[in-house]
């Protein structure tokens, strides 16, 4: 099949002056042209300043290195009040330990780390195969379907419904939560809506925790935070915002690389052959997949003191954006970055996790999830044809995607 | 070129010869030596470079430095004994020196 992707051409976005340039235009990201834009800052600037925009002024950390440096030097660059470059009202804010500094950050880390460290998820491993091998013997055949609801969507909603021993037949409640918070309200009504939204799931949660407060301690996300002396006195907002923080770093991550991994693969045919003709190569091609998606385009941090990076002032309150998008592809550090390329050497050595105190917590369990899917796909469906364009998500921030029809055919 | 050992969390053991200078993560990743990643490459930002040292070369090891301590303190059973592999650059000094290998890198 023909594969068009909508391109902006490189006159047009070369055209726009450079200090107009706003990456963060959710635009970008719908259209499929943001690679193009940043592409243009990495070359022309790599630390740019963008005055205007939705969010209110913010600079762009574009290359590799720099994100790096930014991000694992949390005194100067703090991840407190948000990650986002949207600025909630004050009343609104959600605290969570993704957005708060050291040491409270760190308490609260090491709370949950446990249920997702590398001898817990082989544990867990037996689980989700089960739950993959499922999912996809249900898949119709000779059909057209949506690839994003039936298989991303379905897998990491059950695995988060297992994380958190969530009612297995509610389980769509997660989706829907983690949508609400992932969502950008602007107007009056759409906070309202997102504050009702969120207070049904605290109200859920919060039985959950009495169930589980007055009972022994159990291997889940909910017990351990109420057993936990970090974490069992947390107001209910905080119990919320941690709540909203793993549901959404455990669900529309792990997802967009699902459903990026099937289209990558359909979009360079040559890849797909070589994976059929050697299966071992998956766990590379995980990551390989986690840097060409980057599922998280970006994490927001707030500039404690100057600090020039490549001769630009960012000012002590100004907004900083690290493009983990933009960094994967770049070439004077990643090889032929913009190719998909499932046998990459060093391919584990992408951005998309973030580094320092906040790197991803979750990166194995999601390795894992998209490891075991593909082994399971290969031994049942040699193809799975995308068979139109995705639809992508209109954020700038949860790079990823509505819809991906496909079918596989017998 | 000091030969160190890596032993394995199975207990497979590796005996590696690097040239004074390379950092023990490197020599590792270099040589193919399964349960150390380097995600960062080296920058002390990931933990994926999690040894534990043997308590008689813990010394010659050095001090940590504040970041090594915050990142340690995010990896999985960490020990007094813990380093990141990435911040121990090795001299002729390190001679047989053994370090072993966590069940995972988080
Ligand atoms: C492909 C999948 C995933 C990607 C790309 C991803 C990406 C990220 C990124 C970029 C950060 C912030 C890093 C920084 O600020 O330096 C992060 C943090 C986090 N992620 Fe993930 N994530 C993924 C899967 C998961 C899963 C499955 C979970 C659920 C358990 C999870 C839970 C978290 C949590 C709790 C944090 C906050 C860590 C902290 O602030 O210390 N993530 N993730
Ligand atoms: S390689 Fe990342 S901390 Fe050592």
Redesign the interface.
């Known amino acids: 099949m023909a594969m068009i992707a909508p391109r902006t051409s490189r006159d047009e976005i070369d055209a726009t002056p450079l200090a107009a340039l706003d990456v963060s235009d959710p635009k970008h990201f719908v259209d499929g042209t943001m690679h193009a834009y940043f592409e243009r800052l990495r070359r022309e600037a790599p630390v740019h300043y963008c005055k205007e925009s939705v969010f209110g002024p913010y600079w762009s950390i574009t290359k590799y290195h720099d994100i790096?440096a930014v991000?694992?030097n949390h005194k100067a660059f703090s991840s407190e009040p948000a990650i986002t470059l949207l600025d909630p009202p004050s009343d609104k804010v959600l605290p969570m330990f993704i957005a708060m500094d050291?040491p409270k950050h760190?308490e609260q880390?090491?709370a949950v780390?446990?249920i997702?460290?590398?001898?817990n998820?082989a544990n867990l491993e037996g689980l989700i195969r089960k739950r993959v091998i499922d999912i996809i013997e249900s898949l119709p055949v000779n059909e057209t379907f949506n690839w994003v609801e039936r298989v991303s969507i379905e897998l990491t909603t059950q695995m988060l419904a297992t994380l958190f021993n969530f009612p297995f037949e509610d389980r769509r409640l997660l989706t829907h939560w983690s949508d609400v918070a992932t969502a950008r309200p602007v107007t009056v009504e759409q906070w309202e809506y997102r504050e009702t939204e969120l207070s049904k799931c605290l109200e859920y949660f919060v039985r959950l925790w009495n169930e589980r407060v007055n009972a022994s301690p159990t291997f889940d996300l909910v017990s351990m935070l109420a057993h936990a002396p970090a974490t069992r006195n947390m107001p209910p907002r905080e119990y919320l915002g941690n709540l909203i923080l793993l549901i959404v770093g455990g669900n529309d991550t792990t997802r967009n690389s699902i459903t990026g991994g099937l289209y990558f693969l359909n979009q360079n045919p040559c890849e797909y052959d070589k994976l059929r003709a050697n299966p071992g190569v998956i766990s590379n091609m995980v990551s390989e997949i986690i840097r060409y998606q980057t599922p998280l385009a970006y994490m927001r941090r707030l500039a404690q003191t100057d600090v020039v990076i490549r001769g630009q002032r960012i000012r002590a309150g100004d907004k900083v954006a690290m493009w983990y998008v933009s960094g994967n592809r770049d070439s004077d550090v990643i090889p032929d970055a913009d190719r998909f390329w499932i046998d990459r050497p060093n391919a584990?050595?992408h951005l998309s996790?973030g580094?320092?105190?906040h790197?991803c917590?979750g990166?194995?369990l999601g390795e894992m999830q998209i490891r075991i899917l593909w082994e399971e796909i290969l031994k049942r469906y040699p193809t799975v044809e995308v068979v139109g364009e995705p639809t992508r998500v209109p954020s700038s921030f949860v790079n990823g995607y509505l819809t991906l029809p496909v079918r596989i055919s017998r | 070129m000091p030969k160190v050992y890596f032993i394995e969390f199975s207990g497979t053991k590796h005996e590696v010869s690097i040239p004074e200078g390379t950092a023990l993560m490197r020599a590792a990743v270099g040589h193919g030596v399964p349960g150390i990643?380097?995600?960062?490459?080296g920058?002390?930002?990931?933990?994926t470079c999690h040894v534990l040292v043997e308590p008689e070369w813990l010394e010659q090891t050095g001090t940590k430095t504040e970041?090594e301590t915050?990142?340690l303190?995010?990896a999985?059973?960490t020990q007094n004994i813990s380093r990141l592999a990435c911040q121990i650059a090795l001299t002729q000094a390190f001679e047989g020196m053994t370090v072993r290998m966590p069940?995972?890198?988080?």
């Not at chain 1, 997702?116 to 001898?119: N, S």
């Not at chain 2, 990643?37 to 490459?41: A, F, R, T, V, Y």
């Open positions: 790096m991000d694992a050291q760190d880390r090491k780390s446990p997702v460290a590398p001898g998820l584990r050595q996790f580094f320092g105190i790197r917590v990166n194995r | 990643d380097g995600d960062c490459g920058q002390c930002a990931c933990a970041m915050s990142m303190d995010f999985d059973s069940d995972g890198q988080h």
